[in-house]
């Protein structure tokens, strides 16, 4: 499932460094209802936490996939986000996360987002890629490489 | 009479590296392969090599290895160009000895819900 039509320019961030999961979560939240039409900040960062709160999304390589589906809405997104120093999302075997893409479906569109999550799973195992991605020089970086990457993949 | 079905076919993947399963049922996922079954198995080579000594002086003939992965899939025909591609995004071409070996067969009735 290629990413292009869930990858948003206005959705992509380049952070300073944030001290704890659940403040980026938050930040992550308001940035995301600021940006989109119907998304409201606080039911998202408490979709976003209780997801955390049931198994942490982290990866041993410094990624973390916060997701959340949601009533009242039509569309998937994704925002993407990279955050200097990285921050834990709560399992200490894991690195800080450096990359988080947030994804935030429609409640009733449970395979797509499976599709959308493997798929982030796949680019982001790809051997030089997060090492790509975390070289952006901006936000708007970060996007363009983000779409190259899904355009390598089957 | 029942709805007519979409046409499906049963691919059949024997993985000779396990530790790929993962990432092949990631990328089921992604192209929206819903359901699979992963069995563990042994080629013949395995075997003869293993537990056939009157066959050991010939071992060089078979492929040395410890195991592989047979994944079995039900899917819509029109998924399997694609996944026949991913197979080789994840092995690094089908054309290499001790990768994988995949193929198709015709699925003439399906009955079941699994998903």
Known sequence: MRLDQFLRPDLTFKLDAVDACDRLLEMLSQRIANQVEGIDAEPLFTALQEREQRGVTSTPDGVAFPHAMLEGIEDSFIAAALVAGGVSMGRSEHPPCDVVFVLVGPANAAWEHVRILARLARICHTPGTLNHLRGSADASQLHERLLAEDARHV | ?115
């Open chain 2, 1 to 115: 009479m029942s709805e007519a079905q979409p046409r499906r076919k049963l691919m059949v993947i024997i993985l000779d590296q396990p530790a790929l399963v993962d990432e092949l049922l990631t990328g089921f996922l992604d192209l929206g392969v819903r359901g699979a079954t992963v069995v563990e198995s042994r080629g013949m080579g395995s075997i003869i090599r293993q537990d056939m000594p009157i066959f050991a002086g010939l071992a060089s003939l078979f492929p040395e290895n410890t195991g592989s992965r047979m994944v079995l899939s039900v899917m819509a025909e029109s998924l399997i160009d694609r996944v026949f591609s991913l197979v080789e995004e994840i092995i690094g071409g089908l054309d290499k000895p001790n990768s994988a070996v995949c193929f198709t067969l015709p699925v003439e009735q399906f009955r079941g819900i699994r998903h």
